[in-house]
């Protein structure tokens, strides 16, 4: 790997974290096309789809707990989502990322687009911009929908090699009803167990290439503190806006390379 390249994969990893700690989501949604198309663009060097995959799903992890544990500080973690949420998903997560393995690249880039359209759809809907009222942790919402939703999310998320939280937000605040202030907390825990499940299945079918996930690592710490401490000071409705924009412009991009791809093919 080129010092050029290296460089634009720790900045990519600060940017993309900040936005995962800022919005609640693991990082995969904005890290998967940074990783994708920004090395080439400034033409430092270029990773395939599935070694953007493996880079992702590594990432996912420290993103999320470093993220999670600026948000604890600031009391918004919801424990019944954490704890019902993090066990569906992790279970789930496991699953896809070991069937990807025997799945065709161009079938990933298909998937991710698919959810991140989802997401798209899903966090344009009404709902979730009220604080909640107390501490969050006092919070309940129903165990079987919390189940159901992370449980899904997961099995796709592994799948695609993301934490699924660009699509498990916009879920928990439209079907599960959670404010979107404790879904962008609480998500962060969630995906932090997501990936280390969907971390040790790309690592058990051998899909991590080790020196580009570290390098991008140098950047997502910081990233990830930073991001959360400018969400504590954002009002519910623009972290919400905020959420919705990036989703949108995210699935377009990816939408537009998958229709190349198959144009091509």
């Known amino acids: 790997m080129t010092a050029p ?4 994969l720790v900045g990519i990893g600060f940017f993309g974290a900040f936005c995962a700690g800022f919005l609640g989501i693991g ?4 890290m998967f096309p940074l990783l994708l198309y920004v090395p080439p663009a400034l033409g430092v060097g270029a990773l395939d789809v599935r070694d953007v995959v493996g880079v992702t799903m590594a990432l996912v992890f420290v993103t999320a707990v470093s993220g999670f544990l600026a948000h604890r500080r600031y009391g918004r973690v ?3 989502l954490t704890v019902l949420g993090g066990i569906a998903a992790t279970v789930g997560s496991f ?7 025997w799945t065709d690249e161009q079938w990933l880039l298909v998937v991710y687009a698919v959810m991140a359209t989802a997401g798209a759809i899903l966090i344009l809907l009404p709902g979730g911009e009220t604080d909640p009222e107390g501490a969050s942790d006092t919070l309940r919402f129903d165990p079987v ?4 939703v992370a449980g899904g999310v997961g099995a796709a998320a592994g799948f695609v090699g993301a934490g699924g939280a660009f699509l498990l937000v916009p879920l928990l605040v439209v079907v599960v009803g959670v404010p979107v202030r404790v879904t962008i907390a609480s998500s962060l825990a969630i995906t932090s167990l997501t990936g280390v499940a969907g971390f040790l299945g790309k690592v058990v079918t051998q899909q991590i290439p080790f020196v580009p996930a570290l390098t991008v690592a140098v950047g997502v710490i910081p990233g990830a503190q930073l991001g959360a ?7 519910s409705r623009y972290l919400k806006r905020a959420l919705a924009i990036t989703i949108v412009l995210a699935a377009a991009r990816v939408w537009w390379d998958v229709i190349q791809m198959l144009t091509r093919g």
Do not use: D, E
């Not at 699953?95 to 393995?101: F, Q, R, V």
């Not at 929908?145 to 159901?148: N, S």
């Not at 401490?229 to 009002?235: D, G, I, L, M």
């Open 229 to 235: 401490a400018a969400s504590h000071r954002v009002s």
């Open 5 to 8: 390249l290296g460089v634009a």
């Open 145 to 148: 929908r919390i189940i159901l």
């Open 27 to 30: 990082g995969a949604l904005v």
């Open 95 to 101: 699953a896809g990322a070991l069937a990807s393995k």
């Open 78 to 80: 919801n424990r019944q």
